[in-house]
């Protein structure tokens, strides 16, 4: 996860709605927004902050063979499970390569189709747009699952097999000293906790 | 899968860092000296002997009860505030009203010229050392000071909690929400909640004849399922220590007397405040007036107990700081107050008081006490978008009354007498103080045994509907409140079946 994601330009978002946009009084419930990307990219993944929007539909602009052609890789996913409600309304999510239904490779331009049937909600959009391209031929993530065993890998945690039970004591000695230092910190500083008042940060 | 084992992880290394942790490998250690272990299936042979000695089943329930205040899993670019609390404008909401509340306690602390901590001189430590088993005969001057908030200051805020993103008319049509709380979250309706087998299972005889081996087996998870349909008297004790994981080692007692020692050598502001509380609500109570030592005991020890502070990993309250220079002089660091991060308000004490009827020994009634706040009572009081939060909880209430009974909250509010009003009080308590205790105690077993508090919601509900008909002849909020006064007399469970399944929309 530690990909830095794609340049690209991000044009405002487009309302679909029947009637003239600036007379008519009901909010739109489709926007279109899209993507350009400086080069053709191959996709790993989407990651986006979500603000109030309930379904979206995400399509492809892929350059083939000297022409481009539209192709739609995720189909009304959603967002919020109720529209009416509250839950899933500004949380982060992430489209992985996995999850669509056609290759995302050699993609040019990325639209998405942000859809919120409810009226509860004045604006909806989607924020935070970060595309990541799939890694490089010689990194990690490539190779074949023999090498890295042989390897050693840093591995915070031993979740086979009991660990040796010298290191274990003595990193749990040491843990506890550390908690009981940070919670006297926490309480007091060089044995005092003459507290005046509080401060407001 | 990804979030799975990164639980996995999470709980593995908060367990390593326990108590329990460095039992197990010494019976570990010691499984090694016994015949029946052989070296060639060493791992098994420990697991096996671990397993019968009952000690397998300590650490389950310990895993049992990480999973419960886990917090929860939040996507890997989502900043730590936002798992905690998604929606800005209620953390915003929540952070200016903690401003609010440090600010009434320190124009507190200067009009009165009292520190907000202070060491105690040494004769004032013996004294109080002597008084400890006591303290509810003391009668210090209080009169000065003044709870730093009560439920009818929250439940202004929760009121004008609004979302910037929805506009809502002030017209009241057959389609909007009539009560107070103008926020959309998810809340369950009865429909929802009687598809699944929610709160009232009948008690079967079989399940019945099993308390006995629930204790022996010291099993959380199932003592937590026995709870759903009530706990015998004679085994709640037990069984609500068994479902939230507390123990009486010497340990727990050694943590309890650390604490002790604390309030014996500072003295806190927030201490006037526990005692104004506990002088104003418990102790003016028919049933509780009698355990007012014992609350001393608790709270005052609660407020020493920087063990809470781990609670704030999934509670989007910020624990109030406070900067002290050290005494070179050359730095200023910060550090929480009170030691818990918990401000208590009027009323506080009341979370504590019914638990006074199960645990006798204050080091017990401590760690119960403590594990339910920072699985529960915590939600009543912060602003967030939990579904056992006060917010949603409110907020249930007043969709259930509106659905189920439309003619009685149309009335109410036309008299002015809208119905959360009246029950913010008894959903901010969980009831205590309003029911009597041992009708409480059912409803607090369901609340650990559906591990929600909106049962909470669902029995403010199933008051209205039981008290309907000299509602609907009420006019105004005054005589509301006084039909609604007394709720010493309701039993819960018939209430809450009455209301679940003989109510038609």
Not at chain 2, 51 to 70: D, F, M, P, T
Not at chain 2, 137 to 160: C, H, M, N, Q, W
Not at chain 2, 220 to 237: D, H, I, M, N
Not at chain 2, 463 to 488: C, G, I, P, Q, Y
Request: some cysteine.
């Amino acid at each position: 996860m530690s990909a830095k994601a794609v340049s690209c330009t991000i044009k405002s978002p487009v309302a679909l709605q029947i009637g003239d946009a600036v007379s008519d009084s009901s909010r739109p419930g489709v926007y279109i927004t899209d993507i350009t990307l400086a080069e053709p990219v191959n996709i790993q993944e989407i990651s986006f902050k979500n603000y109030y929007t309930a379904y979206l539909t995400v399509r492809l602009q892929r350059r083939e063979d000297g022409s481009a052609k539209w192709v739609t890789c995720l189909r009304n996913y959603c967002l919020m499970s109720n529209p009416h409600a509250e839950a899933g309304s500004h949380d982060y999510f992430s489209i992985y390569r996995h999850q669509m239904l056609t290759e995302p490779d050699n993609v040019t331009t990325v639209r998405l189709i942000l859809r919120q049937p409810s009226s509860e909600w004045l604006n909806f959009s989607i924020e935070e747009i970060n595309i990541y391209p799939c890694a490089k031929e010689d990194s990690e993530r490539d190779v074949p699952a023999w090498i890295s065993t042989l390897t050693p890998v840093e591995e915070p945690l031993d979740l086979n097999g009991l660990p040796d039970p010298e290191t274990v004591s003595s990193s749990i000695q040491q843990m506890w000293a550390l908690t009981e230092i940070m919670q006297a910190s926490q309480t007091a500083v060089e044995g005092s906790y003459d507290v005046k008042l509080l401060s407001y940060t | 899968m990804m979030d799975e084992s990164v639980s996995i992880t999470q709980i593995v290394q908060r367990l390593k860092g326990t108590n329990l942790h460095s039992q197990l490998e010494k019976q570990a250690k010691e499984c090694l000296h016994k015949p029946e272990i052989k070296l060639e299936t060493l791992k098994d042979d420990v697991r096996r002997l671990l397993k019968a000695s009952g000690w397998e089943r300590k650490l389950q329930n310990a895993v049992y009860r990480e999973l419960h205040i886990l917090p929860p899993p939040g996507h890997p670019r989502a900043p730590p505030e936002h798992t905690k609390e998604p929606l800005a404008y209620m953390r915003k909401t929540q952070v200016n009203w903690e401003k609010r509340i440090l600010k009434s306690l320190n124009s507190m602390c200067t009009e009165l010229g009292i520190p907000l901590a202070r060491k105690r001189p040494v004769a004032e430590q013996k004294e109080l050392t002597n008084k400890w088993n006591e303290m509810g005969t003391d009668e210090p001057d209080l009169s000065k000071f003044r709870p730093v908030y009560a439920p009818k200051d929250f439940i202004e805020v929760l009121v004008g909690l609004k979302n910037p993103n929805n506009e809502r008319s002030e017209d009241l049509t057959v389609r909007s929400h009539w009560g107070l709380i103008q926020v959309s979250l998810n809340v369950r309706d009865i429909l929802q909640m009687v598809s699944l087998p929610f709160f009232i299972s009948l008690p079967s005889i079989f399940l019945m004849s099993r308390h006995k081996e629930l204790v022996s087996e010291q099993d959380s998870a199932a003592a937590q399922q026995y709870s759903r349909q009530g706990c015998p008297t004679g085994l709640r004790a037990q069984l609500w220590s068994l479902i939230l994981n507390t123990t009486n080692d010497p340990e727990d007692i050694t943590h309890y007397e650390q604490l002790k020692a604390r309030v014996i050598h500072h003295d806190l502001l927030v201490d006037n405040l526990i005692y104004k509380d506990v002088k104003l609500t418990a102790s003016n109570d028919d049933y509780y007036f009698v355990f007012e030592d014992y609350l001393y005991q608790v709270l005052l020890c609660f407020s020493r107990d920087t063990a809470v502070l781990e609670h704030f990993n999934y509670n989007c309250a910020t624990p109030p700081k406070s900067c002290i220079q050290s005494k070179s002089g050359s730095e200023q660091c910060a550090v929480v107050y009170p030691p818990n991060g918990v401000i208590p308000f009027h009323g506080f004490s009341m979370y504590v008081a019914p638990l006074c009827f199960l645990y006798n020994e204050p080091s017990k009634l401590y760690s119960v006490f403590r594990e339910m706040y920072i699985r529960y009572f915590f939600r009543l009081h912060s602003i967030s978008s939990h579904p056992s939060g006060i917010v949603s909880l409110c907020l249930q209430f007043e969709r259930l009354l509106q659905t189920h009974l439309p003619q009685l909250f149309y009335h109410l509010r036309e008299i002015g007498a809208q119905p959360l009003r009246i029950a913010f009080k008894w959903i901010v308590r969980a009831f205590s103080g309003y029911l009597s205790t041992d009708q409480l105690l059912l409803l607090w077993d369901r609340i650990l045994g559906y591990d929600s508090l909106e049962i909470v919601a669902v029995l403010a509900t199933a008051v209205f509907v039981f008290r309907a008909e000299n509602l609907m002849e009420v006019t105004s909020l005054a005589s509301a409140e006084a039909v609604l006064a007394d709720l010493s007399t309701l039993k819960v469970m018939p209430l809450l079946q009455i209301f679940l399944f003989a109510t038609s929309v």
